[in-house]
T-cell receptor, first 115, second 113 residues
Framework: DTGVSQDPRHKITKRGQNVTFRCDPISEHNRLYWYRQTLGQGPEFLTYFQNEAQLEKSRLLSDRFSAERPKGSFSTLEIQRTEQGDSAMYLC?????????????FGDGTRLSIL | AQSVTQPDIHITVSEGASLELRCNYSYGATPYLFWYVQSPGQGLQLLLKYFSGDTLVQGIKGFEAEFKRSQSSFNLRKPSVHWSDAAEYFCAFSTGTASKLTFGTGTRLQVTL
C-alpha cells in the first residue's frame, strides 16, 4: 500500500494561468475524490469518480475547473484562468468501493498559490 | 442543512493531560462519522470511524470516540496526550451514494511540555 500520491506538492503561478494537478490513488481503489481546503477551514468536496465516471460535481466547481480520470486510474484536476480565490490546498482521496462505510484515504495535497 | 460543528477552534493541553475534542453533527439520520488528523502541510490521516454497533470506538494512536445519538455528538478523547499529538483535528461525516465527506472547521491542538 503506497498510499495516495499527489503531484506537485506546491504550485505557484500568476493569475490567469492554467494549472493541472495529478492524483494517483491507492491501486485497488475505484473511488477517487477531490477536495479543496482553504486556510483555517475543513476540506470541502469538489467532485468524485467511480472508476472513470465522474458522478458528482459540487457547485464549488466552476466551469474553469475540470477533472478527469481516464482509464479509472490516476486523475487530473485542471484550473483554467486562475484567480486569487483559487489559492488553496487541493486534496485527493481514494476509497475501496462505494458505500459511506468505506473510509477515504488522503494524499498530502497540492498547495496552490496565485500571485 | 447537513453540517458538522467543532465548537473549539484552538485547545491547549499539557503533555500527559487528558483530552476531549467536541464534535456535533446535524443530519436527519445517523451518518457515518470520522475523525481525521492533519499535521502542518500534510494530508489527512484517519484516526477512527463509527458506522454502527458499539458506540465507543477505538482508533489509532490511543484515541477513542463516543457516539451519542441523543446529543448528535461524536467527541474524541485521549487519556494522556503526547507532544506529537499537536495537530489539527477534523470531525466529518459521510452520507448518500456519493459518500462525500462533510467536515467541521477543525480544532487546533497545542501541547505544552
Amino acid at each position: 500500500d503506497t498510499g495516495v500520491s499527489q503531484d506537485p506538492r506546491h504550485k505557484i503561478t500568476k493569475r490567469g494561468q492554467n494549472v493541472t494537478f495529478r492524483c494517483d490513488p491507492i491501486s485497488e481503489h475505484n473511488r477517487l475524490y477531490w477536495y479543496r481546503q482553504t486556510l483555517g477551514q475543513g476540506p470541502e468536496f469538489l467532485t468524485y469518480f467511480q472508476n472513470e465516471a465522474q458522478l458528482e460535481k459540487s457547485r464549488l466547481l466552476s466551469d474553469r475547473f475540470s477533472a478527469e480520470r481516464p482509464k479509472g486510474s490516476f486523475s487530473t484536476l485542471e484550473i483554467q484562468r486562475t484567480e486569487q480565490g483559487d489559492s488553496a490546498m487541493y486534496l485527493c482521496a481514494s476509497s475501496l468501493g462505494g458505500g459511506s462505510n468505506q473510509p477515504q484515504h488522503f494524499g498530502d495535497g497540492t498547495r496552490l498559490s496565485i500571485l | 442543512a447537513q453540517s458538522v460543528t467543532q465548537p473549539d477552534i484552538h485547545i491547549t493541553v499539557s503533555e500527559g493531560a487528558s483530552l476531549e475534542l467536541r464534535c456535533n453533527y446535524s443530519y436527519g439520520a445517523t451518518p457515518y462519522l470520522f475523525w481525521y488528523v492533519q499535521s502542518p502541510g500534510q494530508g489527512l490521516q484517519l484516526l477512527l470511524k463509527y458506522f454502527s454497533g458499539d458506540t465507543l470506538v477505538q482508533g489509532i494512536k490511543g484515541f477513542e470516540a463516543e457516539f451519542k445519538r441523543s446529543q448528535s455528538s461524536f467527541n474524541l478523547r485521549k487519556p494522556s496526550v503526547h507532544w506529537s499529538d499537536a495537530a489539527e483535528y477534523f470531525c466529518a461525516f459521510s452520507t448518500g451514494t456519493a459518500s462525500k465527506l462533510t467536515f467541521g472547521t477543525g480544532t487546533r491542538l497545542q501541547v505544552t511540555l
